[in-house]
């Protein structure tokens, strides 16, 4: 069933989605080609006012990509689950657990999909015939940076694992913040969006008064594995900070959804 | 006989208000029960809970013998009072997202209610006018072969010709094991269909009783004893 309900959330994502970052890449390229063939051919011209357009519009659309990225995954959760359309999913013979994944997991793809369409948009907004003679020159500079403070078992591609996984986990943190305030809120009789922020906000606070947490794992870490690299152990750290805090939020919107549904 | 739908003692509170209190009830299969009472009754609030979208403050309401959830939602199908079908999606999608969840949805059978109806497939339900998008509603809930049926306010938007194919699709439809539970007002439209009627008010059954008793009992219509019921 999860895999149908992730088709669904899919189908209902990407209807807004797939055309923005399509659009966003598009004008990126456009803009790249039209200024690209501007400079290269008359360097003393400044851009028209045409070209200039055609850049801010890039920059907007790569602003509704961030944007629909962040309002999709709570409107998503609000309206599917908590309003009217809540009706027909938790009628339907499937776990709580299971609508909280599909919209985790659904939510999460897109935020790395945007964080992709952001980073190429940019490269082909910035490409000016060197970026690809640059690449071994970023490569030496993170094996310099990133092995200065290292001891042992350092490689560029575990950096990079430990550094997407990272991405990751905190990506599924800050939908399950949202969702854990989502339900609290919609739990109530009245004010449920004032409420929904409230919870929010006492999310953040709890979240950095048990930020306390992140030292103490890093001393252990120190402790178990003391000649890992610096940055690696860093990453670490909060990779199962992160995990640990996200456990929490999901036993909460679960708990929330099973007992305290309420689909007035 | 079993029992399909059990309510003991159950409460439903907002605030300090009791939609429900303590309500107690039994439905057995295969009968056409009209779940009939004023606004603020109760009416609503008892479908949800029987469908597990609302919790019961106290009490409990069981779906043969279980607590509503996972379980119980292969065994009812439910028409809420509202629009809960996603309106960016086709006809056609819907019976699929149907399909594929329930698997007693019966895509003939709703293939034929949407033609009769005139519903083009095709069309998204944004795009269909306010009646039309609870006649689909209506259609697909009708379309499952499920054994409890619960529809509240299922003819509220339609035309009066509509409400009258809507009557012959339950009775059409439904398999003579399964109950239908309807919640409405239009006591007149659907008193011909009914085999029991229960009376809510302020959150209690003020009658449960056999329409063709109460007929023989009081010598009036449902309808008529309704209005002397819950006059203003």
Known sequence: MLTKLMKYEFKATARVMVPLCILSVALALVTQITLWELVGKAPGRSPSLLKLLLLIATAVAMGAVLAATVVLMIQRFRSNLLGDEGHLMFSLPVSSHQHIWTKLLVAVFWILATLFILFESTVILGYNGTLWTAFPQIQEFLVSHFSSSSDLNFSPGVFLAFLFTAIFVGAGELCLEIYAALALGHSFHKHKTLLSVVFFLVIQVLYHLTGGITPFLADLAFFLFPPTNIHILDLGVSIVSGLLWAAVLYVITHYTLKHRLNLE | ?232
């Not at chain 2, 619960?150 to 009557?167: K, T, Y």
């Open chain 2, 1 to 232: 006989m079993s029992t399909l739908l059990t309510c003991k003692g159950l409460v439903k509170s907002y605030d300090k208000v009791h939609a429900l209190d303590g309500l107690d009830l039994t439905i057995q299969p295969g009968r056409i029960v009209g779940l009939l009472g004023p606004n603020g009754s109760g009416k609503s609030t008892l479908m949800k809970l029987a469908n597990g979208l609302l919790t019961p403050t106290a009490g409990e309401v069981l779906i043969d013998g279980i607590v509503p959830g996972q379980e119980t939602h292969s065994l009812v199908s439910y028409l809420p009072d509202r629009p809960s079908l996603p309106q960016w999606m086709t006809i056609d999608q819907l019976q699929d997202f149907f399909a594929d969840f329930f698997p007693d949805f019966d895509r003939a059978r709703c293939r034929e209610m949407l033609d009769k109806l005139e519903l083009p497939s095709h069309r998204k339900l944004k795009d269909l006018s306010k009646g039309s998008r609870e006649k689909v509603q209506l259609v697909l809930t009708m379309s499952r072969q499920a054994r409890l049926y619960l529809l509240d306010e299922p003819m509220g938007g339609v035309d009066p010709a509509a409400r009258d194919f809507i009557l012959e699709t339950i009775l059409k439809n439904y398999d003579p094991e399964a109950t239908v539970v309807i919640a409405t007002h239009l006591i007149a439209d659907v008193e011909k269909v009914l085999d029991e009627v229960i009376f809510l008010d302020r959150g209690k059954a003020a009658l449960h009783t056999s329409v063709d008793d109460l007929r023989a009992e009081t010598g009036k219509s449902v309808d008529a004893l309704f209005r002397e019921v819950f006059q203003c």
